[in-house]
């Protein structure tokens, strides 16, 4: 199903926005749901939001919640997660997530494509 390349990421001051990309190569993206995942040194990985295959569903931490929003657009085989009012405690790896099925999935169990990642770190 080919790779999946992250984008967006950077340092941003507390309060502020990013908006990261993922762009998947190959065909059948819009079969799958898809997530995003995020995770800070010392701790474990965490899901942050994912989309079902046509972005009818859609679910966020309870952290994040209110702050960030998933979108796809499946024609240019891209995920996209919008963040605002980033918070220190937001500052992590961010990856993208291709899932095995087409609904949406909080748990890193049900991806089988990873992307590399791009890093968020958000000063105080």
């Not at 859609?58 to 980033?86: C, P, W």
Request: hydrophobic fraction near 30%.
């Amino acid at each position: 199903q080919g790779q999946l390349v992250e984008s967006g990421g950077g340092l941003v001051q507390a309060g502020g926005s990013l908006r990261l990309s993922c762009t998947a190569s190959g065909a059948f993206f819009d079969d799958y749901g898809m997530g995003w995942f995020r995770q800070a040194p010392g701790k474990e990985r965490e899901g942050v939001s994912c989309i079902s295959w046509d972005g009818s569903t859609t679910q966020y931490a309870e952290t994040v919640r209110g702050r960030f929003t998933i979108s796809r657009d499946n024609a240019k085989n891209k995920l996209y997660l919008q963040m605002h009012s980033l918070k220190p405690e937001d500052t992590a790896m961010y990856y993208c997530a291709r899932a095995q099925r087409t609904y949406c999935y909080m748990t890193a169990s049900e991806y089988k494509s990873w992307g590399q990642g791009t890093q968020v770190t958000v000063s105080t």
